[in-house]
């Protein structure tokens, strides 16, 4: 199996050499990191990371009384 680094959603994979081919990512943009034991395992956690970060990120305005 091909062990090159590939990109998703500007997040860093790569498939490590520990038994069972674990995948590991970084997304250095949002401080995030992870492991999974699959690539499309990887790229749902990755989804669900920026969709975390986005909802952290945006800002909330008061209405108006």
């Given at each position: 199996m091909d062990r090159s680094p590939t990109t998703y959603r500007g997040a860093s994979l790569m498939l490590?050499?520990?038994?069972?081919?674990?995948?590991?990512?970084?997304?250095?943009?949002?401080?995030?990191?992870?492991?999974a034991r699959s690539l499309s395992r990887a790229h749902t956690d990755i989804d669900a990371h920026l969709a975390r970060h986005a909802a952290h990120s945006q800002k909330v305005t008061p209405c108006p009384a």
């Amino acid at each position: 199996m091909d062990r090159s680094p590939t990109t998703y959603r500007g997040a860093s994979l790569m498939l490590t050499d520990m038994p069972g081919g674990v995948w590991t990512w970084t997304h250095d943009a949002t401080d995030g990191h992870g492991t999974a034991r699959s690539l499309s395992r990887a790229h749902t956690d990755i989804d669900a990371h920026l969709a975390r970060h986005a909802a952290h990120s945006q800002k909330v305005t008061p209405c108006p009384a």
